[in-house]
């Protein structure tokens, strides 16, 4: 596609179940982030992947979180025993070079219930 | 501690005249600057950047200026449209804007009245 994908768009979970996020970054795009918003806040570093180098995990608020990107591609983000706070907008993000700014997808709104 | 800040939730403007948005930051690494622009349930859209190496940038009805000294930047939409309505994101990185992440603030939604 010519955009950022992501799926699923809305996600209601119970507290304490896991949940997968995807992303489908833009073809060639060398780089993928993800990054989270909360309610009346910011948008959140969590995670960055570039090429084939190892990822600066140094956003992942705690241990329950983690991702993984695979064949230079697609991209899950996983959180495993979800709490009330997880509860956020998950964005994903790819570029070719900072500089052209990323190309954001439109989100994945998660309610943890 | 936020590197990135913009003090101002939301700022309201007449149409035809003149938004500034303000954004400080404290890391003097930082070499690199953006502007995004948010809609609801979308996500944000890159509108203008500026290297620390200028003090201006120019795209049709937005400006972006660069104060290094004071660490602040300010965004100039003029004339102001109703579909600027929005929420915009100030965003800092360093390397020249080469690698890494980008730092944002927290936002600032400009409401544009007819």
Same mark, same amino acid.
């Given at each position: 596609g010519a955009?950022v /994908?992501?799926? #699923?768009?809305?996600k209601?979970?119970e507290?304490?179940?896991d949940v997968?996020? %995807?992303?489908?970054?833009?073809?060639?795009h060398t780089a993928l982030?993800?990054y %989270?918003? /909360? !309610?009346?806040?910011g !948008?959140? =570093? !969590?995670?960055y =992947?570039?090429?084939n180098s190892? #990822?600066?995990?140094?956003?992942l #608020?705690?241990? %329950? =979180?983690?991702?993984e %990107?695979?064949?230079?591609?697609v /991209?899950t !983000?996983t959180?495993q025993r &979800?709490?009330?706070?997880?509860?956020?907008?998950y964005?994903c993000a790819?570029? =070719?070079g900072?500089?052209?700014?990323?190309?954001?997808?439109?989100? &994945?709104r998660?309610t943890v219930? | 501690?936020q590197q $990135? *800040?913009?003090?101002s939730?939301?700022?309201? $403007?007449?149409?035809?005249?003149?938004s500034?948005?303000?954004c400080?930051y404290? @890391?003097?690494?930082f070499?690199y600057?953006l502007?995004?622009k948010k809609y609801?349930a979308e996500g944000?859209t890159?509108?203008?950047?500026i290297?620390?190496?200028k003090? *201006?940038?120019e795209?049709?009805?937005?400006?972006v200026?660069?104060?290094?000294s004071a660490?602040?930047?300010?965004?100039?939409?003029v004339?102001s449209?109703?579909?600027?309505?929005?929420v915009y994101?100030?965003a800092?990185?360093?390397?020249?804007?080469?690698?890494? @992440?980008?730092?944002?603030?927290?936002g600032?939604?400009l409401?544009v *009245?007819?």
């Amino acid at each position: 596609g010519a955009g950022v /994908s992501q799926s #699923p768009s809305n996600k209601v979970t119970e507290k304490g179940k896991d949940v997968e996020l %995807r992303c489908d970054p833009i073809s060639g795009h060398t780089a993928l982030y993800w990054y %989270r918003q /909360s !309610l009346g806040q910011g !948008l959140e =570093f !969590l995670i960055y =992947f570039q090429g084939n180098s190892a #990822p600066d995990k140094s956003g992942l #608020p705690s241990d %329950r =979180f983690s991702a993984e %990107r695979t064949g230079g591609s697609v /991209s899950t !983000l996983t959180i495993q025993r &979800t709490q009330q706070e997880d509860s956020a907008v998950y964005l994903c993000a790819s570029s =070719f070079g900072v500089k052209n700014g990323y190309t954001f997808g439109s989100g &994945t709104r998660l309610t943890v219930v | 501690d936020q590197q $990135v *800040k913009q003090n101002s939730p939301s700022l309201s $403007v007449q149409e035809g005249r003149i938004s500034i948005l303000n954004c400080d930051y404290t @890391n003097s690494m930082f070499d690199y600057f953006l502007w995004y622009k948010k809609y609801p349930a979308e996500g944000p859209t890159f509108l203008i950047s500026i290297s620390s190496i200028k003090d *201006k940038n120019e795209d049709g009805r937005f400006t972006v200026f660069l104060n290094k000294s004071a660490k602040h930047l300010s965004l100039h939409i003029v004339p102001s449209q109703p579909g600027d309505s929005a929420v915009y994101f100030c965003a800092a990185m360093g390397y020249g804007g080469s690698q890494g @992440n980008l730092i944002f603030g927290k936002g600032t939604k400009l409401s544009v *009245k007819p």
